[in-house]
């Protein structure tokens, strides 16, 4: 008898090292949570795909077809990360930037579960499901993809993760759905405390990173919140505020553009880092706001032509064919009016450039509605000269909550203003071709001009001459020296 407890103690004992052994204390793990700014709301773009660190991967919470992944294995962090046919995300440059500031023995794990339009009542372990039954269909299919229950999901595949590493964190981007509720903080505090729990961490035991959300002066709808989102750190003293400051939007006032999805997720990577007492870390992508580009529509695109514009869709207004110039009545629409509907949900981008910078509260507007006072998606042009919106992802922002557009019935495309003051039109188009390559780059037609660094000192006399990668001004544009 004696001998039988001792093959089993020596089982029990071998069975617990071989437990511990499976678990890799170098592969930190962030938990990513939030509604659609976490679910990733930019398009995927080439540099998004290019040079994935070895040491930095993703979990799925979902199934993928394309390409193949099953829910809770582990793959290289090739976006998306959230789900299937989701975008770019604050993760996706998180975890870049981690792995190039930690030692080369250490990896990083994360695992997204976010649903666009979610409020965090919904991201909530006690959610009941018969509550989603009066919500929109599109809502409705998103939450099924996780059983009708975010938390759940998530803390499912945490727990199988935990197997293999070591939870480090929390990454949340939420709020939009809860604009300015005070309430807010106390619920936040629920779901994290429950997700502590319910991994058996100590409470307050691990870092909760909260993305403020696109900032007012930037054109957000929500930026209200981020006065709530500040003093989450009194209620929870591990959360960590990260700042939103300077980064664009795409125009529907709640989305952040491709650009400020990268920046923001460096700064949550800078925000972890200082857990950790690295307070200078090294960050490869640029703050600076990419050079606006100028494209023109080409071969399978589809032009709106200006000679069928309509400028009294609203108001009366006038159009000049020749010059392109549209002069709107007061508080009036002009552009094209389409009976039956279009379908542009064949195209990625929507492209509206004028010939002149505006000054007359300008806005392009997309309308899925026969009726001209149902709510549209809108962009405004702030002053520039361009909009180019992501057809896949445009909003509306409803009293009832945050609705994608159906790009597949369109009724009406145009231009909103103030009236009475020249709005220059230089063409309107829709096409599948990246707006933003071209200024990715290199202008190998200006060779023989001399070469600027951004702080105009002269560093070179052609471009030809200048070694080190990084962004110069040459003959008056910027060139990215790869």
Not at 171 to 188: F, M, P, R, T
Not at 272 to 279: C, D, N, P, S
Not at 425 to 454: C, G, M, R, W
Request: some cysteine.
């Amino acid at each position: 008898m004696k001998i039988l407890k001792s093959i089993l103690l020596g089982l029990s004992v071998m069975a617990s090292s071989i437990t511990a052994d499976a678990q890799d204390p170098n592969f930190h793990i962030y938990l990513c949570y939030g509604q659609s700014n976490m679910e990733g709301n930019a398009l995927v773009e080439n540099i998004d795909k290019q040079n994935i660190p070895d040491r930095f991967k993703m979990m799925p919470a979902v199934n993928y077809n394309n390409p193949q992944r099953h829910m809770g294995e582990w793959y290289e962090a090739m976006p998306p990360l959230c789900r299937e046919y989701t975008g770019l995300t604050p993760a996706d440059w998180f975890g870049r930037t981690m792995v190039e500031n930690l030692p080369e023995d250490i990896k990083i794990g994360v695992i997204n579960v976010a649903v666009g339009g979610a409020p965090i009542e919904d991201l909530d372990k006690d959610l009941d499901p018969a509550t989603l039954a009066s919500k929109a269909e599109w809502y409705k299919n998103y939450m099924l993809q996780y059983d009708n229950s975010p938390y759940n999901r998530l803390l499912e595949c945490a727990k199988k993760a935990k197997e293999d590493g070591v939870i480090k964190g929390i990454l949340l981007h939420q709020g939009e759905s809860n604009n300015c509720q005070e309430a807010w903080c106390g619920k936040v505090k629920k779901v994290y405390d429950d997700l502590l729990a319910d991994l058996g961490l100590e409470p307050n035991s691990i870092p909760l990173l909260v993305g403020e959300t696109v900032r007012s002066e930037m054109g957000g709808y929500c930026g209200g919140h981020n006065t709530v989102i500040a003093k989450l750190p009194k209620t929870i003293p591990t959360a960590k505020v990260v700042s939103s400051a300077n980064l664009e939007q795409k125009g529907d006032g709640l989305h952040f553009t491709a650009h400020a999805y990268r920046v923001l997720g460096c700064r949550y990577a800078a925000a972890m880092l200082e857990t950790m007492g690295i307070t200078d870390p090294k960050v490869s992508y640029s703050e600076e706001i990419p050079e606006v580009p100028h494209p023109d529509p080409a071969e399978g695109d589809f032009i709106f032509d200006l000679n069928t514009f309509n400028p009294t869709i609203w108001e009366k207004g006038t159009f000049d064919v020749g010059t392109g110039v549209f002069v709107g009545g007061q508080y009036g629409f002009g552009g094209w009016e389409f009976n039956p509907a279009i379908d542009l949900s064949g195209y990625k981008y929507l492209v509206a450039e004028l010939n002149q910078p505006e000054e007359n509260g300008l806005e392009l507007r997309v309308f899925d509605t026969a009726s001209y006072w149902e709510e549209p998606y809108s962009a405004k042009f702030g002053g520039g000269v361009i909009v180019i919106s992501e057809l896949d992802g445009m909003m509306k922002n409803l009293p009832s909550g945050i609705t994608p557009l159906n790009t597949s019935e369109v009724y009406r495309v145009g231009f909103w203003c103030y009236g009475n003051s020249p709005i220059h039109i230089k063409h309107v188009f829709a096409t599948n071709n990246n707006p933003y390559e071209s200024v990715n780059a290199l202008q190998s037609d200006k060779t023989n001009a001399e070469v600027y660094n951004l702080q105009g000192i002269k560093v070179a006399s052609s471009i030809a001459e200048v070694s080190a990668s990084g962004i110069y001004i040459s003959d008056g544009k910027k060139i990215k020296k790869p």
